[in-house]
């Protein structure tokens, strides 16, 4: 089993739609991850937390320490936002190692 | 701010030359530098951990001979990859973080393709 597994595997939404990214571990962590890598294979550091709740703009990212998991969520979404989301975690006492898990590919239809 | 730059973005090269990726944080010194590699349709896999001023730690499976990696500054971070073979044709990628267990910051990546 993965220590980060990531789903839906694959997601289409129509444009406008609210979406919803799901990331479980099964390790203890530092702070988990939220990274946006776009076609060209250039990767985003979208949120870094260790607990509650995170907002940007239009992207929401929540953690859930007790349950070992973290939500991604994307407001009216636009096909901009087509892109794999990678949720990776710092695993506790492993000086800022990351485990990644293996990425929702989204798909924003216009 | 926390911008992290690598050259060059793409390289094609002969199987048995040695191909130098640049990793730079423009705007931050880095106390950590990562090197990752990702083939098609999979998740960045860590190569290495590289600290300035001392030797990089490799994760296991990675050769250190293969895959040399020099931290001269707390801005620059290289990997040479010696002789290499299409096998080694993958996106590279780095990241730096400006202290211990802070976010990192993740380079544009390098895509290397051996013939």
């Known amino acids: 089993k993965n220590e980060v597994e990531q789903s839906p595997q694959n997601l289409t939404a129509q444009e406008g739609e609210f979406i919803t990214i799901n990331c479980s571990y099964s390790?203890?962590?530092?702070?988990l991850h939220w990274l946006q890598q776009h076609p060209g294979g250039g990767i985003v550091s979208l949120f870094m937390?260790?607990?509650g709740k995170k907002k940007h703009g239009r992207l929401i990212a929540t953690i859930n320490i007790q349950e070992k998991h973290s939500s991604l969520h994307i407001t009216a979404s636009h096909p901009r936002d087509s892109a794999v989301y990678i949720c990776?975690?710092?695993?506790?006492?492993?000086?800022?190692?990351?485990?990644f898990g293996k990425g929702i590919t989204l798909s924003v239809r216009p | 701010g926390a911008v992290v730059s690598q050259h060059p973005s793409r390289v094609i090269c002969k199987s048995g030359t040695s191909v130098k990726i640049e990793c730079r944080s423009l705007?931050?010194?880095?106390?950590?530098m990562f090197w990752y590699r990702q083939f098609p349709k999979q998740s960045l896999m860590l190569m290495a951990t590289s600290n300035e001023g001392s030797k990089a730690t490799y994760e296991q499976g990675v050769e250190k001979d293969k895959f040399l990696i020099n931290h001269a500054s707390l801005t620059l971070s290289t990997l040479t990859v010696t002789s290499a073979h299409p096998e080694d044709s993958s996106f590279y990628i780095c990241s730096a973080t400006r202290v211990p267990g802070g976010s990192q910051y993740f380079g544009p990546g390098t895509r290397l393709l051996v013939l």
């Open positions: 990776a975690v710092g695993v506790a006492g492993a000086n800022s190692k990351l485990t």
């Open positions: 390790v203890g962590i530092s702070a």
């Open positions: 705007d931050f010194q880095a106390t950590t």
């Open positions: 937390l260790s607990s």
